[in-house]
């Protein structure tokens, strides 16, 4: 039998006859790879996925322009300098003179875009008019259109009338307002639409970018974030990202600890195998050589089955939590891989520096 | 005997104990500190929510349509009815009055404000600051610092006037952008209706306010001549988030299932509950920031929910390798104490008695450490600290027995599976 024969023996038989020893170490080490690879998935992906809730809040940036109205072309600029998930909603508003000489707020939008922007948050009645073209704030309809009657609304001496189909509650301003296609809205006003709100849905600090770039790429618009959500955002997200980090990092140590007391232990309850071998006179080199490779072969299976298990909490926890996946992140294996095999070398061969001191005759003596 | 094995066992094995001890011990602590912040990190999130601002509006049953464009609003104060400033803090007195933690009522009209000889016309809008509000025996401050923490002022708040001041002008802010197309900064003086104002600051809110001047609730009134009225309040209050129970038609429920409802601190149910002590108001929520502040609360609370579940389960698994580690290494004790005449049941008794005093000892000290921890993270990251339920201990000392027994017992059983006569002599 070769050298290399009998160390390659030496190492499966070791594992295989203890099959439980291995199992418990193959366990420890799984668990610190599981739950490395899981916590830094969840915080590499957090800050997106998180951002993705704040999106009910409805638009983050307002821009306005400041003389005159929005033109189509200025409204494809912003489309095209946003390089982020983004939806725009271009309003014009005015004034006008609604049934029994009330004033109501006349908005002009693309309808479409305006629902799908306040959709996380308002409620709606009679939603199944699917392409309805008139929005009905709550308190709009409780004036004008009690009973679901049609209205009037003029403004100078245009007039048109309307049915209420769809009726919302925001809660906010909105409530006292009708609003139109911007089409027949510009076409009763003449008014063309002065102020486009933006729903950016990113990291915040894309946000911010983004309210960068179009201030400095538009010097005729302004730019506004809406503070009061943006301001939540970053604050929420950064504070979720550091509990994440700072938790993560306190399981993963204290696990790691556990996982070392497990492997030395171990390696100390084999001092008999160790006291055999260097009677039989292997060096003190050999054998640790041979625990050392012991250790990394079981790191090896660790860490594999650990990324496996780790991604598949990761993604599990983006399904349940945030309705998208988490998805496995390929770079995160080899440091993974990696810190696994050095904390194994680390657990197994510290202890037997312990040994070397004693005689190998005094441990097989029972001493 | 028994007693004695298991004290020298103690005694003895003090390594192969302290391995285990240690185990137990920082599984424990993990779980301790993920409960913790699992548990506490919903009214953390909440506080940090509650920057977006009020969450629920109350405005008065027969007003008119606002007509609000572009933070101007057209409609006069003449038009439109009022609520009584005196009624609000009847807000504190409802069954969710604790939840109610910010309010700022509102007044405002136009204004032709004069400074230097030049006039313009901007909004005068009335509200709290920091206002201090009684409520039977109870007192609370309030007002848009608290709840519009967004807004930023250069130079000072305005304090809360409950009358005019004598001899001095009152303090008000005036919107930034106000301030910059009529050149004011903070300590000019301007005039409205005859009557001098001093600036104290320079707001700005990225909204309306920032072309108005926002002055003390009763300095407005008494400027518009309408002592005690308010048009709006802004409610700031810890809701709990919505869903498909909460959202129902509480006149449509069976009395008890009307209770259960009354008694959850939905925005709806709060809301409600105004209604029922200003019966002459509606209560709104601003759905924008309610619903979304639900969203992204329980999108939190679930993470932390589903990484304190992984952990758990980790350092269920770590530790239980670790106890099986330090028994299956035991097995030629098993041999002996079996050669000697002992039965499975003595030796199984003798090794979990331990198992459970170590679990016990871990427990403790688990539950003490991981409630430091989550004090630090509660200090370092929120500023606050969170507290660990004392009822986390009696759940952490079970989950530590639990966690230790299944752990020994598997290696305990094996041990004993083997012939005493082979362990004995090294064969297995």
Known sequence: MSRHHLFLRLLLKAAWVRKDRALTALVSIAVVATMATAALTVYSDLDSKLSQEFRGFGANIVVTKKQGSLTADELTRIDSLLKIRHLIVPVAYAIANGPYETRVVLGGTDIKAFRELNSASWAVRNSDYADTQVLLGSRAANAFANHGDPFTVSYGARETNLSPEIIFTSGTDDDSRVYLPLKEFTALTGVGPNTALVRAIARPQEIQAAIATLSTSLPELEVKPVRQFTETQTTVVGKTRSVVLVASGVIVTLIMLCMIATFTSSVLERRKDFAVMKALGASNKAVNFLFAAEAAMLALAGAAAGYIAGSAIAFWIGKANFEAAILPQPWLFVPVLLGSMLLALLASTAPLRLLQRIQPAGILRGE | ?428
């Not at chain 2, 009696?394 to 598997?410: H, K, P, R």
Request: glycine share 10%; charged share 20%; aromatic share 8%.
């Open chain 2, 1 to 428: 005997m028994f007693f004695r094995l298991l004290f020298e066992s103690f005694r003895r094995q003090k390594r192969r104990k302290s391995v285990a001890f240690l185990a137990i011990a920082l599984g424990m602590s993990i779980a301790t500190a993920m409960i913790a912040v699992a548990a506490g990190i919903g009214d953390k999130i909440s506080q940090e929510l509650r920057s977006t601002g009020a969450n629920l509006v109350i405005t008065p049953i027969e007003d008119t349509l606002d007509v609000n464009l572009g933070g101007i609003n057209l409609k006069p104060a003449s038009e439109g009815a009022f609520l009584a400033e005196s009624e609000l803090p009847k807000l504190k007195g409802i069954f969710w009055g604790h939840n109610i933690v910010g309010l700022a009522p509102f007044l405002s009209d136009r204004a032709t404000f004069t400074k230097d000889g030049k006039s313009i016309d901007a909004e005068l809008i009335g509200t709290y600051f920091e206002q201090s509000v009684r409520y039977g025996k109870e007192s609370f401050t309030t007002g848009v610092r608290s709840v519009n923490r967004w807004w930023q002022v250069e130079g000072a708040w305005p304090q809360d006037y409950a009358e005019w001041p004598a001899n001095t002008a009152p303090d008000v802010l005036a919107g930034s952008k106000l301030a910059q197309s009529f050149h004011i900064s903070p300590g000019d003086q301007i005039e409205v209706a005859g009557k001098k104002l001093r600036v104290s600051g320079i707001v700005n809110t990225g909204g309306a306010e920032d072309q108005a001047v926002v002055a003390p609730l009763h300095i407005v009134q008494q400027i518009l001549g309408r002592p005690n009225a308010v048009q709006r309040v802004a409610v700031s209050a810890l809701t709990k988030p919505e869903d498909a129970f909460g959202r129902r038609d509480p006149n449509k429920m069976t009395p008890v299932m009307r209770d259960r409802w009354y008694c959850s601190p939905y925005a709806n149910s709060i809301a409600f509950q105004i209604h029922e002590v200003l019966p002459n108001a509606r209560v709104e929520q601003i759905r924008p920031i309610e619903q979304s502040q639900g969203k992204v609360l329980s999108s939190v609370s679930g993470l932390m929910l589903l990484l304190t579940l992984a952990a758990l389960l980790g350092s269920v698994l770590a530790v239980s390798a670790a106890m099986a580690a330090t028994i299956l290494e035991r097995r030629q004790e098993v041999g002996l104490m079996k050669s000697l005449g002992a039965s499975n049941v003595s030796v199984a008794s003798l090794f979990l008695t331990e198992a459970g005093l170590l679990a016990l000892a871990g427990g403790v000290t688990g539950f003490m450490a991981g409630g430091a921890l989550a004090r630090y993270i509660g200090t370092s990251i929120f500023g606050s600290s969170i507290t660990v339920h004392p009822v986390v201990l009696a759940l952490i000392i079970f989950a530590a027995l639990a966690v230790t027994f299944v752990g020994s017992a598997g290696a305990v059983r094996k041990a004993m599976q083997f012939d005493p006569a082979v362990v004995l002599r090294g064969d297995a």
